[in-house]
Nanobody, 127 residues
Framework: VQLQASGGGLVQAGGSLRLSCAAS????????MGWFRQALGKEREFVGS????????VTADSVKGRFAISRDNAVKRAYLQMNNLKLEDTAVYYC?????????????????????WGQGTLVTVSS
């Protein structure tokens, strides 16, 4: 299984970016996907997750109402749409995947619950 995150870059505060996570080596509809981020000097934190069908999403309180997660299983991609970006959103963003059957009751929202990770893409928000 390989995950490749892309779409990061430099954006002004208030702007938008869409991150993409391309998956290979798995059957997309069998896997839940998650997004995490890690700012310099801080621990990696949960941003959001999406169920294997895309019918259910969860986002962290810090990004609720600004970020949205979606997926397209036909092309094995998950997306993180980030709007109204703030300086504190500056971080390396990672996508992750786990077989949905491992966590059938509630969406996976911690690092240890995910088995596969992408390499990260840097998002820098400037004032």
């Amino acid at each position: 299984v390989q995950l490749q995150a892309s779409g990061g870059g430099l954006v002004q505060a208030g702007g938008s970016l869409r991150l993409s996570c391309a998956a290979s080596g798995l059957i997309s509809r069998d896997y839940a996907m998650g997004w995490f981020r890690q700012a310099l000097g801080k621990e990696r934190e949960f941003v959001g997750s999406i169920s294997r069908s895309g019918g259910s999403t969860v986002t962290a309180d810090s990004v609720k109402g600004r970020f949205a997660i979606s997926r397209d299983n036909a092309v094995k991609r998950a997306y993180l749409q980030m709007n109204n970006l703030k300086l504190e959103d500056t971080a390396v963003y990672y996508c992750a995947a786990v077989k949905a059957s491992r966590w059938p009751i509630a969406p996976a929202s911690t690092q240890r619950q995910y088995d596969y990770w992408g390499q990260g893409t840097l998002v820098t928000v400037s004032s």
